[in-house]
Every structure is written in C-alpha cells, then in structure tokens.
C-alpha cells in the first residue's frame, strides 16, 4: 500500500507564500506521478499541480505562474511552493499519487488534505 501525509497548511494573507509537502511511505521514483489536487467550498475537486517520474509538470490553470511543485526523491517527498496567494486559493489540498499497475489497471492514492486559508 502507498500512504501519503500532507504537511504545511495554515491561514496566510493575500499575497503571501505557503508551501506544502507530501511524504509517501514508499519510493516514489516507483511512482508514475505525484500531484497536488483542492477542494474549494460547494466547488469540485481539480488540479493544481502534477509530476511525472519523468520530470513533466501540469498546473491548473488558475495556479499557472504562480505555483510550483518539486520532487526531493531521496525523501520521498512531493512539494508545492504557492505564491502570490489568493484568497480564491482557499480550499482543502489533497496529495494525491497514481501508479500503473498494469497496463489496463491505474491506482490513485490520496492523502488526508490540508486546509490553506488565504484571509487577510
């Protein structure tokens, strides 16, 4: 099994810089990506930033330009530096990873979320 455990939310004012990390408790070079998805009220769940075990990245739209997310393999562990934060940033964050198991078969694993309030 993978389980994942976010870290690094909190209340930050509009404009500031927050950063979020997810450890796996497995490699996650094993891993075919890791990212990062929010849950804003009465709204659905979508991407903020995804990485391949090959380096690609993929960013939501709304985040482009001013979110990043990182790889640190040695600590298996995913991060995601947010800047010039938005009170619209506002949402639970959940790490997510996904491994190909087979060829027809994708698994997903989530982790528990992490509140990020942007609120002056």
């Known amino acids: 099994q993978v389980q994942l455990v976010e870290s690094g939310g909190g209340l930050v004012q509009p404009g500031g810089s927050l950063t979020l990390s997810c450890a796996a408790t497995?490699?996650?070079?094993?891993?075919?990506?890791m990212g990062w998805y929010r849950q804003a009220p009465g709204k659905e769940r979508e991407l903020v930033a995804r990485?391949?075990?090959?380096?690609?990245?993929n960013y939501g739209d709304p985040v482009k330009g001013r979110f990043t997310i990182s790889r640190d393999n040695a600590k298996n562990t995913v991060n995601l530096q947010m800047n010039s934060l938005k009170p619209e940033d506002t949402a639970v964050y959940y790490c997510?990873?996904?491994?190909?198991?087979?060829?027809?078969?994708?698994?997903?694993?989530w982790g528990q979320g992490t509140q990020v309030t942007v609120s002056a």
């Open positions: 497995v490699s996650i070079r094993s891993l075919n990506a």
């Open positions: 997510n990873a996904r491994r190909r198991v087979r060829l027809e078969r994708i698994d997903d694993y």
């Open positions: 990485i391949t075990d090959g380096g690609d990245t």
